[in-house]
């Protein structure tokens, strides 16, 4: 007999009337021969309603009680649905994560999942009932009640739909489906049928709050193919998959991250180290960093800048001063009024003109880009929150994302194609491990023979990076790594990129022009760099991954050029005479996460 795990969000089970709807549709399936788990939210803003609460008695609550209360919202709700399940003359019984035996670890308010005890859901089910467990919620070793993280209820459906080998897992919500951005910010943004695990992964970590990312990051590690459905209607929503919709496509989504924040470390000393000081104490809140650029500048110092959520910049600028003045450097300067634009595409890896025609996309609607970063499935530019719906609107513009690519395939298409059996065998045995949602590596891997071009003293200025990378790309050069950072200073930024070592003269000579006709203080290249990629799933979510990255680089004395972060890959660009050095070292410290 199938099993489904259908999952219905806040908004769709606001009031009394949506939380009958909801057990309807519960109920309908089970009639038509399923077994059915449900997972339910907190009722419309409860979580937010009870965060309110919370404030008002305590200026910083402790977090355990936080989650205590917060786990309420959950609780209340799937009690309310398998009551009306019984009125509407079905068997439910409803059950807390604890009752779940949603096992965590003891981060509160950011609890990974351990593992689940199927046992008592799977006895429920033969019984008849249909199974309503509450979101968002688990217990520790101490039987302290944790919660995921905001959102964190798409994360118990997905993990639950893993463990029960679930035929389906529904996302039901108040939209009909992924677009290609949030509808609520840009009406012409187009539902997408299918989307990729990785794409999606991307999307959800830099802003598109429809998924929570790392429900995405379940589903990837155990193939578990996830429905995106609105509640209120019977349409098919959106796939989400191994695979993408579109083979040509550069890009397939935008996201905007409107609550970003930048904070500058100037004046670092340029020796290996600093950055591990830095990021460690950052990731030691298990906070997660975005946008890290650093550039080199006068004297051997350099400005370390980077991204972090609105909401934890308080917490970020007290943990870098806490170690500012250990390591030498003159102090730290933020900007807490800045927006995050993103493109993400599977199909941008080999498309050079990606990154020009997103900065043209921008210029051209008035929007200055004050930092920039890329990795191989996205594309990232820091812009005054000002501008931020304006520069959303461009950049899904000029990827004419509203229009569905001519080579578009649909789920039923690509699942007629495509073996989409998962490897029971392979799934099966991950999942007896008892850290489900542990770090996950596939490959720590390096490319040699490459260059760096770095354009410095370029002024902050509408419209210089498109027309960088624009002559750039006329002149045939390939590229791979951009990074633009913000410089502290003199209002000044530095642009650098990678390259092939063939293409450095050329890179360079047409750099020197672009120089001139910017009117900027010069150029540097040099070759003899390689970049290391640790390739995994969840990346940025796991802050350990930069942690031992760099220590184990800073124990090796070995100097971090470039780094570029997504959810999917750190690379980092260091000297080639030390990649083989470093290669082995991180080798031997994620041995345990390698599989
Ligand atoms: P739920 O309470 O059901 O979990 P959420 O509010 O968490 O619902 O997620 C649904 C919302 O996500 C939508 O109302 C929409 O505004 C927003 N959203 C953001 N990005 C996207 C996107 N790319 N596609 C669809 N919805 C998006
Ligand atoms: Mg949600």
């Known amino acids: ?55 008002g008695v305590c200026e910083r609550p402790p977090a355990r009680e936080m989650d205590m209360l917060l786990s309420t919202g959950e609780q209340t709700s799937v009690a309310l649905v398998a009551m009306a399940i019984h009125d509407l003359g079905s068997k439910a019984v409803s059950l807390t994560g604890g009752q779940i035996g ?168 340029d020796v290996p180290g600093m950055s591990r000081t830095i990021f460690n104490a950052i990731a030691a809140q298990k906070i997660a960093v975005d946008m890290v650029v650093q550039n080199v500048g006068a004297e051997g110092k350099a400005d370390v800048s980077f991204t972090v959520a609105g909401d934890e910049l308080d917490q970020t600028l007290r943990a870098v001063e806490s170690i500012v003045d250990s390591i030498d450097a003159s102090g730290v300067t933020h900007d807490a009024e800045v927006s995050k634009v993103s493109v993400v595409g599977l199909g941008m890896a080999d498309q050079k003109a990606v990154a020009a025609k997103m900065f043209r996309a921008l210029a051209d609607a008035g929007v200055n880009i004050q930092m920039i970063t890329t990795s191989e499935i996205k594309i990232s530019a820091l812009v005054p929150r000002e501008q931020s719906a304006a520069a959303l ?3 899904h513009e000029g990827f004419t994302l509203d229009q569905r690519p001519a080579d578009a395939k649909t789920w039923k298409e690509i699942k007629a194609e495509a073996a989409v059996e ?87 000579k047409v750099a020197e022009q672009i120089c001139e006709k910017h009117a900027m203080r010069g150029v540097r290249g040099s070759a003899g760099i390689t970049k290391l990629s640790v390739s995994g799933i969840g990346l940025r979510s796991h802050t350990q991954v930069g942690t031992v990255l760099f220590d184990q680089l800073a124990e090796a004395k070995i100097n971090v050029e470039m780094i570029a972060t997504s959810e999917l890959q750190v690379n980092v660009v260091i000297d080639s005479a030390q990649a083989d050095t470093a290669t082995s070292r991180l080798k031997a410290a994620f041995a345990d996460a390698l599989n």
């Open 393 to 395: 609107r461009a950049v």
């Open 422 to 508: 998962a490897d029971v065998h392979d799934v099966v045995s991950r999942l007896q491990n008892d850290a489900l949602e542990a770090l996950t590596l596939t490959d720590i891997a390096f490319v040699g023979g490459q260059a760096r071009v770095t354009l410095d003293g370029v002024l902050d200025q509408v419209g210089i990076a498109a027309d960088v990378f624009e002559e750039i790309g006329q002149a045939g050069i390939f590229i791979d790594m951009i990074v633009q950072g913000f410089d502290g200073e003199d209002g000044r930024t530095s642009v650098s990129f990678t390259t092939d070592e063939a293409n450095l003269e050329a890179s360079i």
């Open 102 to 269: 949603m096992k965590t670890d003891n981060s509160f308010s950011k609890a990974r999942i351990r593992s689940i005890d199927t046992r008592r859901i799977e006895r429920l089910l033969e019984e008849g009932n249909i199974v309503v467990a509450a979101g968002f919620q688990g217990i520790d070793d101490d039987l302290n009640i944790t919660t995921l993280g905001r959102g964190g209820s798409d994360t118990t459906a997905v993990a639950l739909a893993a463990v029960l080998g679930a035929d389906a897992c529904e996302i039901n919500t108040d939209v009909d489906g992924v677009y290609t951005t949030d509808p609520r910010l840009l009406p012409e943004a187009r539902r997408v049928d299918v989307i990729s695990y990785d794409e999606m992964l991307e999307l959800a970590s830099l802003g598109a709050g429809v998924m929570h990312s790392r429900s995405i990051e379940f589903a990837k590690k155990f193939s578990v193919p996830i429905h995106v459905r609105s509640s209120f209607g019977d349409r098919d929503g959106t796939m989400i998959v191994a695979q993408a919709e579109s083979e040509s496509a550069a890009v397939s989504g935008a996201a905007l991250t409107k609550d970003e924040a930048r904070v500058t470390v100037l004046g670092v000393p």
């Open 1 to 55: 007999m199938s099993l489904i795990v259908q999952k219905f969000g806040g908004t769709s089970v606001a009031d009394t009337e949506k939380i009958r709807a909801a057990a309807r549709r519960a109920i309908r399936a089970q009639k038509q021969g399923h077994r059915v788990v449900m997972v339910v939210s907190a009722m419309g803003k409860q979580t937010d309603v009870l965060l309110k609460l919370a404030a």
